[in-house]
């Protein structure tokens, strides 16, 4: 046990088939786990391929149990597989809709194509609440009631666990209220007790159906000055003896700004299993993987690492990898889950107000239209994502559609009165409210025209919005426009409840 102290790293790797960096990391340096990312993935089908290689290899090195292989497949704007696989409309718009049931449905969904295709853990839910608009998970967050975070989290875990796949809680704790991205700086978060307190409740509501929770790269002033992924009092205190927690604790990637740059890799890996975790990111880069595994060995060595903590941190990756079969025998219709998660899309929808749809048959509408255009998570997601339009499923339908296309922001209103002249209705899709949104709006209004706008990501700014018909979809997945489409057409009735406070502008 000792000599592998691999076992608690699991290590990222570039391209889409093992290479000679995996090999050695899996080969010399026995590591725990691999994780995806969407430099690995070309399709389902070539996932597949490459999942079986990876196990191939840990098993012909003389593994007794598979290797975990993570991925973030959260659904909405965090998919690292697009293609041959189903894409759920997201966390936030499931928690618009509310329903136990359709979480739990979603997350079967899910569970049951990543098995399929050799993915053994879900780095998901996430069950950091939506505490501020500002904040930087946005629509990656069910909501902001505890209770509703809690429970949709626990259901869609419960789904993915159905079938294999090891759900994962994250972050672990104090996201919501940050504004600070880890991947480039330490977030610091003045939590008071009750905030805390809210914050913790959803961890404990899904317990019991995660089988790994992640920590999060964020300092916690009321609790301790180290980092929660380095800090014994937030994962031996709150996480293991307040909430009961009693799986893996699995760190956010070491590799991260927020710990890079004040403690390096070597000594976070020690720090992080002296506190209590046990599953080691590091996602990128071979000589900081090494060096988490050289870092740990020495610290066994010296006894700065006890054996008694090493050998609790090893033992519950183990049990949990234990529990993994080599090769899966789930199966998935791609057409069918895709036709089911596009009606649940549908529901999860919400509008405010509905007086301008549904839209009929004959209409002439004018759809404005975006490009993600460097507005997404990566440069890859808005090359794949590109255009995120209705216009064909409407007009399959029998409505007529002009599109104008806008790239950073809705274009001036005095761009659009030509052609304004000849259409029914506007339908914008927003990623944002903006200045130029509202004077859209305003000049809509003004020439008596009908207006239909829809949010495309986060909802907040928009109410105040003067508007005939405003939605929500939380997300711009395939399924999510696909069931925009469904509830202007009026095929399916949207909900009425956004899971967060929308204020007024």
Known sequence: MIERPGKLVMVGFQGTEPDD?????IEEFRVGGVILFRRNVVNAEQVASLTEEIQGIAKNAGYESPLIISIDQEGGIVNR???????????????????????????????RELSSIGINMNLAPVLDLAISPSNHLGTRCFGEDPELVGSMGRELSGGLAEYGVSPVGKHFLGYG?????????????????????????????ARDNLQGIMTAHIILNSIDSSPATLSAKVIKGLLREKIGFTGPVITDCLEMGAIQDKYGTGEAAIRAVKSGADLLVVSHHQREQISAIRSLREALTDGRLKKEEFEESWNRVSRLSTTKPWKTSSRYSLEE?????????GQTITALTTERIPLKEGEEVLSI?????????????????????????????????????YEQEVPDFR???????????????????TKKLNDLAKYVTREEAEMII??????????????????????????SLKGLADVLLGRIKPNSNPPVTLENN
């Open 21 to 25: 960096h995996l090999r050695r990391m």
């Open 415 to 433: 761009h659009l009165e030509n052609q304004m002249e000849n259409c029914d209705k506007v339908i914008v899709l927003a990623l944002e409210a």
């Open 337 to 345: 889950d895709e036709e089911r998660m596009t009606e649940i899309s």
């Open 454 to 479: 829809v949010s495309l990501q986060n909802p907040w700014g928009f109410k105040g919005i003067p508007v005939d018909s405003l939605l929500f979809t939380y997300g711009y997945s395939r399924p």
């Open 81 to 111: 597989i697009r293609d041959g696989i189903t894409l759920s409309p997201g966390n936030m718009a499931i928690g618009a809709i509310g329903k136990e049931e359709i979480a739990r449905e979603i997350g079967e969904i899910i569970g």
């Open 369 to 405: 239209t975006p490009k993600l255009s460097g507005r997404s998570l990566s440069p890859v997601q808005d090359r794949e994502y590109g255009l995120l339009s209705v216009k064909s499923r409407l007009e399959e339908a029998g409505v007529g559609v002009s599109e104008v296309v």
């Open 177 to 205: 209220s940050s504004t600070t991205d880890p991947h480039m700086d330490l977030p610091r978060n003045n939590l008071g007790s009750e905030q805390l307190e809210n914050s913790l409740k959803p961890f404990k509501i």
